[in-house]
C-alpha cells in the first residue's frame, strides 16, 4: 500500500477557484456534472497535467471549454487531464449509486434521504476533483429531484433559488460565497421537518437556525437548538467570532460513520448527538449533544474559515476545536467536573494509543489511510498540547495568540506551524522547544521526588518520553506543572506556582516551610503527563480530602485507590496492608460522602473508581482477569463496608425530582453510584432497589442505571426489565442502541453468549455504525467479557473486523486497535490476540483501513 508522507507536500499544479455542480438525483442512480474553472498555480510546479482525484467512480463525458475531448487518461482511480492554456472550464460527468453505498462515504441514502459525508476524501466519490485541503473553491449547486421523495433539498451557503421541474421534480440553487475545500461541501435530499429559530449575531446580523429531521424527531431537537444558540454567542464572546452566513442548518442523520460533520452552513450530525428529551436521552446524552453543537460550530472558523494545508495538520482543526469545545462546555456547566471528566478521556483513550503499535505524534509524519488517523491523538492530546500553551501564555495573551491566528490565516490552508507561530507572536511566547509536542509521539513520564530539610523543601523533577514506533529515543519536552505546598496542618497553602520542567531533570526549592509540606502537583492536569510520585497514603487521603484545586482532589482518590490496586494485582499485598490500605480507601470515601462543601457532580466524579483501562496501562504486561478481580473486590468491599451510607445516598436522592439543574443531575448521578457499590457489595438490597428506581423512573438516567445494574445481575427481574426496556422503546433507535450497549458492557458471566444471541437479533444490522458500535464497541470495552480466558471475546472481534470490512472499513478499522495491545497483555492472551490479528491478515481483499491498523498491529 502507498505511504503518504508530510515532508513530500507539494503545493497544487492547478487550482479551481470556481466549481457549478448539477446534481439529478435518484436514490439508485444519481448524475452529476461538475464543471471546474481551473488555473494554474503560480506556486505549483507548473506540470501542464490536470490530476483530479477519484474513487470507484469513471467518467461518463469530459469536456474542455465546451469540447468533448479524450485525450484524457485514468491513473488508478485518478483522472489525468493535458491541459495547453492557463486557465480552463473542465466538465465532467459521472454517476452513482447512493442506494449501495454502505461505506458512508461519498453521497449515500439513508432512510430515504440523501446525504454526503465528504471528509477527509470523500468527495473524489461524487465526482473527479482535486480532492485536497488546500484547492479551495467558490461552490454553486444545482439540485432536482422527486418532489415527494426530496421535498427539501439543501447545500451549503445560502438557497438563491428554486422552482418546479417537470413530472413531479422541483429544484434548488445554492451558493456559497466563502471558498472552500471539497470536504467541507454537503448535499442533503429528503423529507425533513426543520425546527427553526433565529440567531443575532453581535454585530446586529439576524441568522436563520433550521435542525432538520425526519418527521416526528422534532419534538427532541429542543436541547440541540439551545445548544447551537449558546454555542454561537460563546464564540462570539470567548474567541471574538461571529457566524458569517445569513442561515445554518443542521441536519440529523441515523447512518453515519462519525459523530458530526461541519460542512460549511450545513453540518450533518449522527441523530444520536441531535435527538434527546428526558424520556429517552440520559444526561451525559445531553452534554454530548452540548459539546458536539459546539464543536461543530466552532469549526466554522477553526476549520473551515482557517482550514488545513494537507491531512497532517488535522490537529490544527481538530485539536484546537476540540479545546473551544471543551472551555464551552466548562463554562456552560461545572468546570471541574468537565476537566475530569476530560482527563478521564485521554486518559482512557489516548494514553494507550501512545502507549501501543499505534503511536503517532499529534502532526504524523505519514500514513496510508487518513481515515485512521481521526483519532484521540490528534483530537484530545492535541487539545491538551494548545491547553498548555493557554496555561503558560495566560489566556489574554492566549487570546491576542488565537486573534492573530485568525487574522493572518482567514481564507487559507494553514498548517499547525502556522498555529504555533502565531500565538508565539501574538503571545509573546517562545515556543521553540515546545515544538517537539507536535513531533513527537508518547506520554512523558515524569518521576516525582520531595525532600524536607530545615526550612527548604526541594522538589526534584525527572522527564522521560518513552520510545514509540518509529521514534526510538526522544528529546525532552516542556511540561507546564501547576503545583502548591500545603502545610498538613492548617490544610492551607500559599499560592499555585507554575513551574516548567524542560530537561531531563531539573530541581526546583522553595524556603519557608518549617514542616515537610504535602505536594499537589499538576493542578487542573496542566500537562498530558504521566506522575509517578510513590508517597505515603495519608498525604493522598489529606488531598482527596483538602486540596483546593478539585480535579487534584480527585487525582488524590484515583492514585489512593491506583496504588492500591497495582499492589494487589501485582501480589506484593500482605492481608495485614490490604485491610490498611482498604480502610483508607474507605475513610476517603466516607469523607466525600460526607462532604458538605461537595456539590453532587463533584462528589460522583470523587466516588468513581479508576477505569480497567487505566490500571492496565500502569503495567508494562497486564493480566485483564486479575484487574478486573482486585478492582471488584474493592467494589464489594467498599459496597458492604459503606452499605449504610449508600443506602442513606440512594435514599437522599432518589427524593430528588427530576429537573436539567446541576443539583437534580448531580443526584441522579449519585443514584445510580450508590446502586453500583451496593450491587457490588449488598446484591440483594441492590437488587429491590434497582427494580424500584426501573419502575419509578421518569426519565432515562435512572432507568438505564437501574437496568445497567439488573442487567449484571442474575435472576428474572434482568429479563422482565430487558424486555419491558426493549418494549417500551422499541421503534426509538437510539435508545435500542443502550440496550444492546447494556448487555453487551454488563457485568454478567454469560454477557459473551449475550452478545452471541444479540448479534441475531432482528434489530441487529451491520449497516448501521451505531448498531454495530452499540452491540460491539460495548463488548470491546467490556474487559471481563473481551478478555475472557477462552478466547471468545477476541474471537468475536476478530470476526466482526472480517464480516464488516467489505461492508464499511472505516467503522470496521475502528476495532483493530483493540486486538492491537497484544503485547502489553499477558502471553497466553497475547498469542490469541495476535492469532486473530493474523487471521485479518490473512484475508483476501482487506480494505486500505483495516490493512493499515492490522499491520501496524502486528509489526
Ligand atoms: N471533522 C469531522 C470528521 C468526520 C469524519 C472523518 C472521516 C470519516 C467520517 C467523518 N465524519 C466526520 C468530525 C469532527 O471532528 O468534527
Ligand atoms: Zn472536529
Given at each position: 500500500p502507498q505511504v503518504i508522507r508530510r515532508e513530500d507536500y507539494q503545493p497544487p499544479a492547478w487550482l479551481v477557484p470556481e466549481i457549478l455542480l448539477d446534481f439529478r438525483l435518484g436514490l439508485e442512480s444519481t448524475n452529476v456534472t461538475a464543471r471546474l474553472s481551473v488555473r494554474r498555480n503560480p506556486d505549483g510546479n507548473g506540470s501542464a497535467t490536470l490530476r483530479l482525484n477519484g474513487d470507484q467512480i469513471s467518467p461518463l463525458a469530459v469536456r474542455v471549454d465546451?469540447?468533448?475531448?479524450?485525450?484524457?487518461?485514468?491513473?488508478?482511480?485518478?483522472?489525468?487531464?493535458?491541459?495547453?492554456g492557463e486557465s480552463h472550464q473542465v466538465e465532467i460527468e459521472t454517476h452513482v449509486n447512493p442506494a449501495s453505498n454502505s461505506q458512508l462515504m461519498g453521497l449515500y441514502a439513508s432512510h430515504g434521504m440523501l446525504c454526503t459525508q465528504c471528509e477527509a476524501e470523500g468527495f473524489r466519490r461524487i465526482t473527479f476533483f482535486p480532492d485536497r485541503p488546500d484547492v479551495l473553491s467558490t461552490y454553486r449547486v444545482r439540485m432536482s429531484g422527486d418532489k415527494t421523495a426530496f421535498p427539501v433539498l439543501l447545500s451549503n451557503g445560502n438557497c438563491e433559488s428554486q422552482g418546479e421541474g417537470e413530472g413531479g421534480t422541483h429544484w434548488a440553487e445554492w451558493h456559497d460565497p466563502w471558498p472552500k475545500p471539497s470536504y467541507l461541501f454537503a448535499l442533503v435530499a429528503g423529507d425533513l421537518i426543520a425546527n427553526h429559530d433565529t440567531f443575532t449575531t453581535r454585530s446586529g446580523r439576524t441568522v436563520d437556525l433550521n435542525i432538520w429531521v425526519r418527521k416526528g424527531d422534532e419534538e427532541r431537537t429542543q436541547h440541540a437548538m439551545e445548544s447551537l444558540k449558546a454555542s454561537m454567542k460563546w464564540d462570539e464572546e470567548a474567541f471574538g467570532r461571529e457566524y458569517d452566513l445569513d442561515l445554518f442548518n443542521i441536519v440529523a442523520v441515523s447512518d453515519f460513520n462519525m459523530g458530526a460533520m461541519e460542512n460549511k452552513g450545513l453540518n450533518v450530525f449522527n441523530t444520536r448527538y441531535v435527538l434527546a428529551d428526558p424520556e429517552t436521552a440520559t444526561d451525559a446524552d445531553y452534554d454530548a449533544i452540548e459539546g458536539v453543537i459546539g464543536h461543530e460550530y466552532f469549526h466554522n472558523w477553526s476549520g473551515n474559515r482557517v482550514t488545513c494545508r494537507d491531512w497532517f495538520q488535522l490537529s490544527l482543526k481538530e485539536g484546537f476545536t476540540v479545546l473551544r469545545d471543551q472551555m464551552f462546555s466548562a463554562d456552560m456547566g461545572s468546570s471541574a467536573v468537565k476537566r475530569i471528566e476530560d482527563v478521564r478521556i485521554l486518559r482512557s483513550a489516548q494514553y494507550p494509543e501512545d502507549s501501543g503499535p499505534l503511536a503517532h505524534s499529534i502532526r504524523p509524519d505519514s500514513y496510508q489511510e487518513?481515515?485512521?488517523?481521526?483519532?484521540?491523538?490528534?483530537?484530545?492530546?492535541?487539545?491538551?498540547?494548545?491547553?498548555?500553551?493557554?496555561?503558560?501564555?495566560?489566556?489574554?495573551?492566549?487570546?491576542?495568540g488565537t486573534d492573530l491566528y485568525f487574522e493572518r490565516h482567514d481564507g487559507e490552508a494553514a498548517t499547525c506551524e502556522d498555529f504555533v507561530k502565531a500565538i508565539e507572536d501574538g503571545a509573546e511566547l517562545d515556543l521553540g522547544q515546545f515544538r517537539l509536542w507536535y513531533s513527537q509521539a508518547g506520554t512523558p513520564q515524569v518521576a516525582v521526588d520531595l525532600e524536607h530539610s530545615g526550612d527548604r523543601v526541594v522538589l526534584k523533577l525527572a522527564q522521560v518520553v518513552p520510545p514509540t514506533p518509529g521514534q526510538p529515543e526522544k528529546q525532552p519536552v516542556p511540561v507546564p506543572l501547576k503545583l502548591a505546598l500545603f502545610d498538613r496542618e492548617t490544610g492551607q497553602h500559599r499560592g499555585e506556582e507554575l513551574v516548567i520542567l524542560d530537561k531531563p531533570e531539573q530541581t526546583f526549592t522553595f524556603e519557608g516551610y518549617p514542616r515537610a509540606p504535602v505536594l499537589s502537583i499538576n493542578r487542573g492536569f496542566s500537562a498530558p503527563v504521566a506522575i509517578a510520585f510513590e508517597r505515603p497514603a495519608q498525604d493522598l487521603v489529606f488531598l482527596a480530602a483538602h486540596d483546593d484545586d478539585p480535579f487534584a482532589r480527585y487525582e488524590a482518590m484515583q492514585s489512593l485507590v491506583v496504588q492500591h490496586l497495582i499492589a494487589a494485582v501485582g501480589g506484593s499485598l500482605g492481608e495485614g496492608a490490604r485491610a490498611v490500605e482498604r480502610d483508607a480507601i474507605?475513610?476517603?470515601?466516607?469523607?466525600?460522602?460526607?462532604?458538605?462543601?461537595?456539590?453532587?457532580?463533584?462528589?460522583?466524579?470523587?466516588?468513581?473508581?479508576?477505569?480497567?483501562?487505566?490500571?492496565?496501562?500502569?503495567?508494562?504486561?497486564?493480566?485483564?482477569?486479575?484487574?478486573?478481580?482486585?478492582?471488584?473486590?474493592?467494589?464489594?468491599?467498599?459496597?458492604?463496608?459503606?452499605?449504610?451510607?449508600?443506602a442513606e445516598l440512594h435514599d437522599r436522592v432518589s427524593a430528588v425530582s427530576y429537573s436539567r439543574d446541576a443539583a437534580a443531575r448531580g443526584a441522579r448521578k449519585l443514584k445510580t453510584q450508590a446502586l453500583v457499590y451496593l450491587a457490588a457489595g449488598a446484591p440483594a438490597d441492590a437488587k429491590r432497589r434497582a427494580i424500584e428506581q426501573y419502575r419509578q423512573a421518569d426519565n432515562m438516567t435512572d432507568r438505564q442505571g437501574a437496568l445497567m445494574v439488573l442487567a449484571g445481575l442474575e435472576g428474572p427481574e434482568r429479563r422482565e426489565a430487558l424486555a419491558d426496556y426493549h418494549g417500551r422503546y422499541s421503534g426509538n433507535a437510539l435508545v435500542i442502541d443502550k440496550w444492546f450497549s447494556l448487555q453487551a458492557g454488563s457485568l454478567h458471566p454469560d454477557v459473551l453468549t449475550h452478545v452471541q444471541a444479540l448479534a441475531e437479533h432482528p434489530d441487529f444490522t451491520m449497516a448501521n455504525p451505531n448498531r454495530v458500535r452499540a452491540l460491539y464497541m460495548a463488548l470491546a470495552m467490556n474487559a471481563k467479557a473481551f478478555h475472557a480466558p477462552s478466547g471468545e471475546g477476541y474471537r468475536m472481534i476478530g470476526e466482526l473486523i472480517r464480516q464488516l470490512d467489505p461492508i464499511n472499513p472505516q467503522t470496521a478499522a475502528r476495532f483493530v486497535p483493540s486486538l492491537g495491545r497484544w503485547r502489553r497483555i499477558e502471553p497466553r492472551r497475547a498469542a490469541m490476540m495476535r492469532g486473530e490479528l493474523e487471521r485479518i491478515a490473512a484475508e483476501p481483499s482487506l480494505s486500505r483501513d483495516v490493512l493499515e491498523q492490522v499491520t501496524k498491529s502486528l509489526g
Open positions: 465546451g469540447a468533448a475531448v479524450n485525450d484524457w487518461r485514468l491513473d488508478g482511480p485518478d483522472l489525468l487531464l493535458p491541459l495547453s487518513i481515515s485512521n488517523f481521526y483519532t484521540a491523538t490528534i483530537y484530545n492530546k492535541g487539545a491538551e498540547v494548545i491547553r498548555m500553551m493557554r496555561t503558560m501564555a495566560g489566556p489574554e495573551r492566549f487570546r491576542a474507605g475513610q476517603a470515601f466516607k469523607a466525600i460522602l460526607a462532604d458538605d462543601s461537595l456539590d453532587d457532580l463533584m462528589r460522583g466524579e470523587l466516588l468513581i473508581l479508576p477505569a480497567e483501562g487505566y490500571l492496565a496501562e500502569q503495567f508494562l504486561v497486564a493480566d485483564p482477569t486479575a484487574i478486573h478481580a482486585e478492582r471488584e473486590a474493592l467494589k464489594a468491599w467498599l459496597g458492604s463496608k459503606l452499605k449504610d451510607s449508600f
